[in-house]
Nanobody, 117 residues
Framework: QLQASGGGLVQAGGSLRLSCAAS????????MAWFRQAPGKEREFVAR????????YYAVSVKGRFTISRDNAKNTVYLQMNSLKPEDTAVYYC????????????WGQGTQVTVSS
């Protein structure tokens, strides 16, 4: 129900835009988020957006460089990543949870982002 895409190899300082296409249900009462997991590290939160209203929240490590947005007509959430650093290298996952819930119930399959120095 969540399909992530847009990863790739980019040089440090470059940009990528990830997409997360949602299907199979209405996500209007959900918050959508991006997480990432680097090799040997735990999965970490990157950014979140409420499907309704569009309020956003970012991890400190990406604030000012990454922008999360959504396109209601396309049922798609985006993560625009600018000024990429080698430490941004990870598999990026999109996820969804009910706005009032604690747990992310739906997860995409992940897309690899590699930033070379």
């Amino acid at each position: 129900q969540l399909q992530a895409s847009g990863g790739g190899l980019v040089q440090a300082g470059g940009s990528l835009r990830l997409s997360c296409a949602a299907s199979g249900r209405t996500f209007s009462n959900y918050a959508m988020a991006w997480f990432r997991q680097a090799p040997g590290k735990e999965r970490e939160f990157v950014a979140r957006i409420r499907w309704s209203g569009g309020s956003t929240y970012y991890a400190v490590s990406v604030k000012g460089r990454f922008t999360i947005s959504r396109d209601n007509a396309k049922n798609t959430v985006y993560l625009q990543m600018n000024s990429l650093k080698p430490e941004d290298t990870a598999v990026y996952y999109c996820a969804a949870k009910v706005v009032t819930g604690l747990e992310y119930l739906y997860w995409g399959q992940g897309t690899q982002v590699t930033v070379s120095s």
